[in-house]
């Protein structure tokens, strides 16, 4: 198997200094998009937030190709390779789309790249952003944890607020920015679509592991999931101890 890209390992988030995720141990492999379940409030942000420096890390580690930066500044994980889309980010409205991506350029990072992916975002350029449809606005947020040639990039519903048809051709950008041979970390609202362009999921239940394994083993199984998210009576031998089984059985 390839190195993860992204490694934790008995990681626990505070909020508040409050405990919200608890020994959480799961790795995101380069060229793969791995994706994060879990019901509202479950603690998907809260963990992604931990990754990135903006919530603090109590106990664990997390390793970005092999170097712990659990201690590091939030600026200083970005600049190791990590790119984070925040839910409910936006673009700097006034800002044209250009402007938007050079102010978060750094190191290699490449414009020519995020307009490949996204043709529409070159045609509006010199556009401010705030003139920009939903679906262009998250392309231009997509854009931004792009410039700065990321190793691993953690997406936190992208797709809030979205149509259908935008929602399913940013998921098949997703798809591409593993082909580039980037670790995606994907939190998905819309569990089906992320099942379909991931490669292994992992699911929250109040702020601990419940559920490791392939995309393939969730995918349609809304019954599953259901009881994954809420709790209820175990359909497996590896759902029956809890996190322990999930994270040494499952993975
Ligand atoms: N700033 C905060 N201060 C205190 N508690 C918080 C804060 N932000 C979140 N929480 C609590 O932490 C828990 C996890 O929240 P979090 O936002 O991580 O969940 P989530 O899985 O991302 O949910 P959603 O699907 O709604 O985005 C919740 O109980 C929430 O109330
Ligand atoms: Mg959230």
Redesign the pocket.
């Known amino acids: 198997m390839t190195a993860p890209a992204l490694a934790l390992d008995g990681v626990a988030v505070d ?2 200094e ?1 405990p ?1 995720v608890h020994e959480v141990t799961l790795d995101a492999a380069p060229g793969a998009v791995t994706v994060i379940l ?10 992604m937030d931990g990754i990135a420096g903006l919530a603090p890390v109590r106990s664990g580690t997390i390793r970005l190709d092999g170097k712990a930066i659990e201690r590091l500044a939030p600026y200083k994980r970005a600049r190791a390779g990590l790119g984070y889309v925040e ?1 409910a980010r936006t673009t700097f409205r006034t800002l044209t789309v250009e402007q938007n991506l050079v102010v978060s350029q750094q190191g290699d990072g490449d414009l020519g790249t995020v307009y490949r992916l996204f043709p529409e975002l070159e045609k509006r350029r010199t556009l401010q952003a705030g003139y920009l449809s939903g679906g262009e606005q998250q392309m231009v947020v997509l854009g931004r944890a792009l410039v700065s040639a990321p190793k691993v990039v953690l997406i ?2 992208m797709s809030l607020g979205l149509a259908p048809l935008v929602v399913r051709r940013l998921m098949a950008t997703v798809g591409e920015l593993a082909g580039m041979g980037i670790a995606v970390v994907l ?1 998905e ?1 819309f569990a089906n679509l992320a099942l379909d362009v991931g490669s292994r999921a992992h699911v ?1 239940r109040k ?1 601990r592991v419940v559920f490791s394994g392939p995309c393939g083993e969730l995918r349609g199984d809304e019954r599953r999931l259901h009881r994954l998210y809420f709790g209820g009576p175990p359909v497996s031998a590896a759902e029956a101890g809890g996190a322990g089984a999930a994270e040494s059985g499952l993975r």
């Open positions: 909020r508040a409050v919200v879990g019901a509202n409030g479950a603690g998907k942000t809260t963990l839910q936190d519903e939190i609202q929250l702020g």
